[in-house]
């Protein structure tokens, strides 16, 4: 199974741009990454998946170098409202079952 | 489109008795997931199944079962619950087959199970 690293805990203010990266060393050439996001008392929720470069959606943009042996999650302007637990995940692109691990995470607490 | 509902949402057990939580998911979905997370951890998976009639163990199976009667429904019971077995228990599904989000888990509400 991939093994990802991330930071315990981050701290930000409001309207400050945060990037927290996740190392994954031993990820399948098959492999996208994932990030989910989770609130307390709530199971994690999608938010951004990539292989290469760069990807951009309306709440997140993932950078994943050329090696791919880590990726940072970038979430511009944090408001109070994403403060939450983070998690990076290396998942088969489709079709055959594999065991999905999630890893301790990354709680990121926004102050005012 | 409920997405994917878990039932009950809390619950507690004295040690030794059974249970069984309900997973259920209106997505069509062919993998679904079980998972506990124990406080201030990440998730870990208890068992999975990659369709109808089939499952698999995860990480954490010991003292666990689980079936896969309809491809809708996913059901983890616990025979004989244990103090240890006190967590917050989440099911997801995904469709590995789909050209957008393949492999994306999609997560219920949890059920918070406490065993005295």
């Known amino acids: 199974l991939a093994k990802t690293t991330q930071p315990i805990s981050m701290d930000s203010y409001e309207g400050q741009e945060v990037n927290i990266t996740c190392s994954h060393n031993?990820?399948?050439?098959?492999?996208?990454i994932t990030w989910y996001q989770q609130f307390p008392s709530q199971g994690p929720r999608f938010i951004i998946q990539?292989?290469?470069t760069k990807v951009t959606n309306e709440v997140a943009s993932l950078f994943i170098p050329a090696d791919r042996k880590s990726s940072t999650l970038s979430l511009p302007r944090v408001s109070l409202s994403d403060t939450a637990v983070y998690y990076c995940l290396p998942t088969l692109s489709s079709g055959s079952a594999r065991q999905l691990t999630f890893g301790s995470g990354t709680q990121l607490t926004v102050l005012p | 489109n409920a997405g994917v509902t878990q039932t009950p949402k809390f619950r507690v057990l004295k040690t030794g008795q059974s249970m069984t939580l309900l997973c259920a998911q209106d997505m069509n979905h062919e993998y679904m997931y079980w998972y506990r997370q124990d406080p201030g951890m990440g998730l870990r998976l208890i068992h999975y199944s990659v369709g109808e009639g089939t499952t698999a163990k995860g990480e954490v199976p010991d003292g666990y079962n689980v079936s896969r009667l309809k491809k809708q429904n996913f059901l983890l019971g616990l025979e004989s619950a244990a103090p240890s077995q006190t967590s917050v228990y989440f099911c997801a599904s995904t469709n590995p087959y789909a050209l957008a989000d393949a492999d994306t888990q999609y997560f219920g509400p949890g059920t918070r199970l406490t065993v005295l």
């Open positions: 990539g292989y290469k």
């Open positions: 031993n990820i399948a050439t098959n492999d996208y």
